[in-house]
């Protein structure tokens, strides 16, 4: 059995690479890991963590009712979110990555940084990049 990993935010982006990753999860008889990766510090307080816990409850319903083989991994340690999805890609094997992608101004660009594309360039498994609908 192969492994796909896929970047989850509680966005419009992360519900389409999930629905995207189940859809590739059932049809390659995958297990799928989920990971929703924070930087943690003073914009992850005691609300944003209870926000963060409420959707991934959602996500571990979603997932179950799909009836896909799955493990959802949160984590909040200080790295960028496309360390973390490197990283578990690499350490499980992953066949394939799975992130949404949003649009974004080329400042935001600049002062950000762009995880999609460190995953795109950096990974060593194929990476789909799915769209958010609307």
Do not use: W
Not at 9 to 20: C, I, N, S, T, Y
Not at 105 to 110: E, I, Q, T
Not at 120 to 128: E, I, K, N, S
């Amino acid at each position: 059995m192969g492994t796909i990993v896929v970047g989850y935010v509680a966005k419009p982006e992360g519900d389409a690479a999930l629905r995207r990753a189940i859809d590739e999860a059932k049809l390659r008889k995958s297990k799928l890991v989920v990971v929703n990766s924070h930087r943690g510090g003073d914009d992850f307080d005691g609300t944003a963590s209870r926000e963060a816990e409420t959707a991934i409850a959602q996500v571990e319903k979603t997932l179950t009712d799909a009836g896909v083989e799955h493990e959802v991994r949160q984590l909040v340690r200080g790295f960028e979110p496309a360390e973390d999805l490197i990283g578990i890609a690499d350490s499980t094997n992953a066949d394939l990555i799975v992130i949404g992608l949003r649009r974004r101004s080329p400042v935001g660009k600049l002062i950000l940084g762009s995880n999609a594309q460190r995953i795109l360039l950096d990974a060593q498994c194929p990476v789909l990049a799915v769209k958010a609908e609307g």
